[in-house]
C-alpha cells in the first residue's frame, strides 16, 4: 500500500544533541514534500517544504531536510536541538498518483532532556 | 486574521448521541480537510472539500457526513457516535495543492463514552 513511513515513533535526545528524524515514502512519480510540527497542546505549523529545485531544504528555527529520490526519502534534521523543541513530528506527503492529497507519517514524539 | 478555528475544543457523548463539529478559515482558501489523530497513526483524512458545495470521501470516511454551504465554513457531522471515533480531530484549508501548504486549526478533542 501506498504509505508514509516515520521509523521512530519516539525520540528522546538532550540538549544541544543532534536530531535526525527519518521519513520515507512508497509513491513514485512527482512528490511535494512537507514536515509538520506540533507543540503540546497546539495545533499543527509548518516546519518546512520541497517542491521542486536545491533538494536540501532549510525551514524555521534551524530545521532542515534533504530530499534523496532514489531512496525515497525525506530525513528532518536539526544540529543543536533545544528544549522548545520538545514536539511531535510528522511527515507528509502530496503525491499526484494519490490526487494530490496529503497523506501523514504516524509521527515522531520528540522529547528533549534539559 | 484568525486563520482556521473550530469549534467545540472539547466535547463528550454518549453512544448513539449526534453533533456537529464546525470548522471556519478566513483566508478565502478554496480547499478544506477533516483529520482525525489517533496515537501513533498520524493524521487521516476523513473528507475533503475543493470548493463551496463539493465534498469528497477521503481515507476514513464510514460514520461521518460533512457540508461545505458557504466558502469560509466546512462542517463535520457524527449521525450516531461510536466509542471508535474517540479522536482529536482537525480541520485545515490551503490554496489549491499540491503547492500550498495546509494550514490547521486548533483541534476538537471528542470522547465518545
Known amino acids: 500500500a501506498q504509505s508514509v513511513s516515520q521509523h521512530n515513533h519516539h525520540v528522546i535526545l538532550s540538549e544541544a544533541a543532534s536530531l535526525e528524524l527519518g521519513c520515507n515514502y512508497s509513491y513514485g512519480g512527482t512528490v511535494n514534500l512537507f514536515w509538520y510540527v506540533q507543540y503540546p497542546g497546539q495545533h499543527l505549523q509548518l516546519l518546512l517544504k520541497?517542491?521542486?529545485?536545491?533538494?536540501l531544504v532549510k525551514g524555521i528555527k534551524g530545521f532542515e531536510a534533504e530530499f534523496i529520490k532514489s531512496k525515497f526519502s525525506f530525513n528532518l534534521r536539526k544540529p543543536s536541538v533545544q528544549w522548545s523543541d520538545t514536539a511531535e513530528y510528522f511527515c507528509a506527503v502530496n503525491a499526484r498518483e494519490y490526487g494530490n492529497k496529503l497523506v501523514f507519517g504516524a509521527g515522531t514524539i520528540l522529547r528533549v532532556k534539559s | 486574521n484568525a486563520g482556521v478555528t473550530q469549534t467545540p475544543k472539547f466535547r463528550v457523548l454518549k453512544t448513539g448521541q449526534s453533533m456537529t463539529l464546525l470548522c471556519a478559515q478566513d483566508?478565502?482558501?478554496?480547499?478544506m480537510y477533516w483529520y482525525r489523530q489517533d496515537p501513533g497513526m498520524g493524521l487521516r483524512l476523513i473528507h475533503y472539500s475543493v470548493g463551496e458545495g463539493t465534498t469528497a470521501k477521503g481515507e476514513v470516511p464510514d460514520g461521518y457526513n460533512v457540508s461545505r454551504l458557504k466558502k469560509q465554513n466546512f462542517l463535520l457531522g457524527l449521525e450516531s457516535a461510536a466509542p471508535s471515533q474517540t479522536s482529536v480531530y482537525f480541520c485545515?484549508?490551503?490554496?489549491?495543492?499540491?503547492?500550498?501548504?495546509?494550514?490547521f486549526g486548533p483541534g476538537t478533542r471528542l470522547t465518545v463514552t
Open positions: 483566508m478565502n482558501h478554496e480547499y
Open positions: 485545515a484549508s490551503s490554496l489549491n495543492p499540491p503547492m500550498y501548504e495546509q494550514y
Open positions: 520541497y517542491f521542486s529545485g536545491d533538494p
